[in-house]
């Protein structure tokens, strides 16, 4: 409670006076008046002397206000991709190479010591350098002050400044609540991945789960057998159906909620020394499109000692469709991984195995096919790179946006981090499809395998400087006529 603004032993004294004198005054205008004595005016005064003698005695110290400050933390990145015999044979384009940039700012309002108003900002989201609209093909016609324009990978013309994130959190006694726009992220973050770190080294974050979400997280008590628990909601769409506004008229398509895409989630994660795990369970309701889906998702990760083991599944099920064709849910996905992480005089040492299932689906509608989180990078190519490509042509309904998706996988991976400003690392990563869909899959034969290697180094505490390399040996299993793709990618970074 806040009792005064200013110093204590200011204020204290001048307000014990000023209170009492207007008591007394208020006694002996009743005696001019010729009141009776007044029984609780003489109360009230024994009551206020008293407390004006505590006051006295004691200090009782303002609860100061807190002045507004911001806090600042983001990265920039700068990389140059050269991808060679990506496409199918006889497409065109065998060489690509081109720079993107991205400027991630992440502001924080901190109102108090336990309220934030977080927010993400990109400026530049991997946009290609260049102005790539120009009319003129050479300096002579163009010269050095032409504009540059705001392209990305796809050719899509981008606004040069996208505010992703805005959220508050309120970090109350009675638990954390998280309401607004805000990243999203559970267990190992195969399914539900935040984009704000990398799983593995290889690869960039591009995506990121981001949701308009209300939610609530536990305190940790006894109760909870000392682990947390959070209960969300979602507005995941928003009249998607109607979008003719002006029908409406003035905010009437904010008046027919059949066609928003509602999500209520509820998880528990519990830790111990060495361990620790987690579940949760959503729940998905669209009326117009008939939507009932539920999601289940369970992860674990252990450590002793030196060794480690992990693992993450996800089970959907349930029944969706549009204008009254139905459709069954049922997708399955998991991982496991396991290895062993060394500290050596030497260096240290991080290697092991991850092998991985994504449900597929051969009847060509979708409702089979397991995406993972297209932030969890596993490789450089087949995944990120040629099946990306192959479901976007197939259209927006199977889009993996470079995530693993109808296929089983194995990949062992080494990574040696010296001094520690150096650190290499190196994969193999194999595949075979799980259905024959002609979009991913064309035949029952393995996807490809693929070997990745790379080097980062350190060049101060915030900025480093890497190159991965990667080469696909496609196999017959892949959908179209594939040469073996090449991928080399130099980054910079600067973190803050």
């Keep these: 409670m806040t009792w005064f603004e200013g110093e204590a032993d200011t204020l204290r004294l001048p307000f014990v006076v000023r209170s009492l004198s207007e008591v007394l005054q208020l006694e002996k205008q009743g005696e001019k008046e010729g009141d009776p004595p007044d029984i609780f005016m003489k109360s009230f005064k024994k009551i206020f002397l008293i407390f004006a003698l505590l006051l006295l005695a004691f200090p009782v110290r303002p609860a100061k206000a807190q002045a507004l400050f911001l806090e600042m933390n983001g990265y920039y990145r700068l990389r140059y991709d050269y991808l060679y015999r990506l496409y199918p044979k006889n497409s065109g384009g065998e060489d690509i190479g081109f720079f993107v940039q991205r400027l991630r700012l992440e502001p924080a309002i901190v109102a108090e010591e336990r309220v934030r108003i977080k927010s993400q900002i990109d400026v530049l989201d991997d946009m290609v350098l260049g102005n790539n609209s120009a009319p003129a093909a050479s300096y002579l016609d163009h010269g050095l002050s032409g504009g540059n324009t705001a392209t ?140 009932r889906v539920w999601l289940f998702d369970l992860y674990g990760q252990i450590r002793q000692k030196y060794l480690y083991a992990a693992g993450e599944g996800r089970f959907t099920t349930g029944k969706t469709g549009v204008d009254d064709e139905k459709q069954d849910v049922n997708q399955v996905g998991g991982l496991l991984r396991g290895g062993a992480d060394l500290v050596t005089e030497y260096g240290e ?148």
């Design 152 to 291: 990305g990978i796809l050719g899509d013309e981008r606004d040069t400044l996208q505010v992703k994130r805005v959220w508050a959190e309120i970090d109350s006694p009675y638990g954390l609540f998280r309401l607004g726009r805000q990243p999203v992220s559970f267990g190992l973050q195969a399914f539900l991945n935040s984009g704000d770190g990398q799983v593995f080294e290889f690869g960039d974050s591009h995506y990121g789960e981001t949701r308009d979400r209300i939610a609530y997280f536990s305190p940790k008590t006894i109760f909870l057998g000392n682990g947390e628990l959070m209960l969300a909601y979602d507005k995941l769409i928003k009249n998607p159906y109607n979008r003719n506004r002006e029908e409406k008229g003035f905010l009437g398509w904010l008046a027919d909620p059949a066609s928003d895409l509602d999500e209520y989630m509820i998880s528990y994660v519990r830790k111990g020394t060495i361990w620790e795990a987690g579940a949760a369970a959503s729940r998905q309701v669209q009326f117009q499109s008939k939507t």
């Design 349 to 496: 040492f991080d290697f092991g195995l991850e092998g991985g299932y994504a449900s597929g689906d051969g009847s060509g509608k979708g409702g089979e096919q397991t995406n993972f989180a297209p932030d969890y990078r596993v490789g450089i190519l087949l995944y990120s790179e040629v099946m990306d490509y192959l479901t976007r042509k197939a259209g927006a309904a199977r889009l993996t946006r470079g995530g693993i998706a109808n296929s089983v996988y194995a990949r062992p991976f080494f990574k040696y981090v010296y001094a520690p400003r150096v650190s290499v690392m190196a994969g193999v990563l194999w595949a075979y499809p799980d259905k024959i869909d002609h979009i991913i899959a064309g035949h029952d034969s393995w996807l490809g395998i693929e070997t990745d290697a790379g080097v980062e180094v350190k060049l101060t505490r915030r900025s480093s400087a890497g190159l991965e390399l990667g080469y696909l040996f496609t196999g017959d299993g892949l959908e179209g006529n594939f040469n073996d793709p090449f991928a080399l990618r130099m980054k910079f970074q600067v973190v803050f």
